[in-house]
């Protein structure tokens, strides 16, 4: 196996931190998006989607989406469970890491690229360009703030998303917050939950990963 | 269990795919999106995310999201298996669904919440207010043309997307195609394989749930 990856980008991060609460080490390739790498012929070749991550299988099979990359090392190494026990805790990891993803982290990509310079015609990562739409950039944060409030509420009367244990969910949910900085963003003072399992998710070894 | 359905809209559509599937049968109640009665009281309650399709279980949790709810069906009732088998087929089955949901169905959602006169202020489903953009509209449409050819590409030299079983990633899809109608987006004629494989899913009984 064989994983590309990019230290400064919020996706790969869930997968290191996945594989960190695993205890899996999985050798890697950087691959520095900020310098383009991700376009360069090689690696165009090796993943026609352009992105990271992906995990490249030993039978040639390209993986690519985060959660696919997670899902596969989950069923080669259950343990610790990372998307719930039980029917409804399983279904409350799905349903909490929807709402991060697609509410939190697709709000933060918004903001972002439709405003950096870096990303003109760039908007939506992988193989295709798409153009900056600005209005998108106050959407973007106006979705990550509304992201905190359901996140403070999800977290009310529990110690983490999906109850009692930790989850690929607060995964998600923890880089979208930490991502958050580079929009500008940040949960409020009065999202006092929010804080207390942020401090609690930083304190795991997994979060330097 | 009580099953929050609307018949028209794709989301739902595609938990009742998944549910005859299993031959499972929930009882449901119809809300009518088109007529707003996600914005009744009696619903908002129920329902602060406003949004279908919603499963409420026996103890009172309410499961939002259709994976969610798919996960917790699947965990019930494993058979037949929808997610995959092995853990690369698992994996696959992740990576295509996420690939109809995220370029598929996010990009005819856009096309279409952005354009049409009942969506003014609703560009995005649910508890919060969001003002159409426009250039979204052109946007939703090259993703969707961007995900045929995906799918395309996907379903050369195999039944289903994740390979030789059916599997929620073919359901998925499916309702992407069939739902891109409503923005009058549809495959080309080179898309071969979307043409047969389209007529093999609308072959099988649970396409007419």
Same mark, same amino acid.
């Given at each position: 196996m064989k994983l590309y990856d990019f230290v400064l980008a919020p996706n790969p991060r869930r997968v290191r931190m996945f594989m960190a609460e695993k205890g899996l080490e999985i050798p890697s390739v950087q691959i520095n998006l900020r310098q383009g790498e991700q376009f360069e012929a090689?690696?165009? +070749?090796?993943?026609?989607?352009?992105?990271?991550?992906?995990?490249?299988?030993? !039978?040639?099979?390209? =993986?690519?989406?985060?959660?696919?990359?997670?899902?596969?090392?989950d069923a080669l190494h259950p343990t610790p469970a990372l998307f719930g026990s039980t029917p409804k805790e399983q279904a409350l990891v799905e349903m909490w890491s929807r709402r991060a993803e697609l509410e939190g982290l697709a709000g933060?990509?918004?903001? =972002?690229?439709?405003?950096?310079?870096? &990303?003109?015609?760039? /908007?939506?990562?992988?193989?295709? !360009?798409?153009? +900056?739409?600005? /209005?998108?950039v106050e959407r973007g944060k106006a979705r990550v703030q509304a992201f905190f409030d359901d996140l403070e509420n999800g977290l009310?009367? +529990?110690?983490? =998303? /999906?109850?009692?244990? &930790?989850?690929?969910? !607060?995964?998600?949910? &923890?880089?979208?917050?930490? &991502?958050?900085?580079?929009?500008?963003? +940040?949960?409020? /003072?009065?999202?006092?939950?929010i804080a207390r399992w942020r401090a609690a998710v930083a304190a795991r070894p997994s979060a330097a990963a």
């Open positions: 090689q690696f165009k +070749q090796d993943n026609p989607g352009m992105i990271v991550p992906a995990l490249l299988l030993d !039978d040639g099979t390209l =993986l690519t989406e985060t959660m696919a990359i997670c899902r596969y090392l933060a990509a918004e903001a =972002l690229r439709n405003a950096a310079p870096r &990303f003109v015609n760039r /908007a939506i990562p992988g193989p295709r !360009d798409y153009a +900056q739409i600005p /209005a998108l009310s009367g +529990q110690a983490w =998303l /999906a109850g009692e244990h &930790f989850s690929v969910a !607060d995964i998600t949910a &923890f880089v979208v917050v930490e &991502f958050a900085v580079n929009i500008e963003e +940040q949960p409020a /003072a009065r999202h006092v939950h």
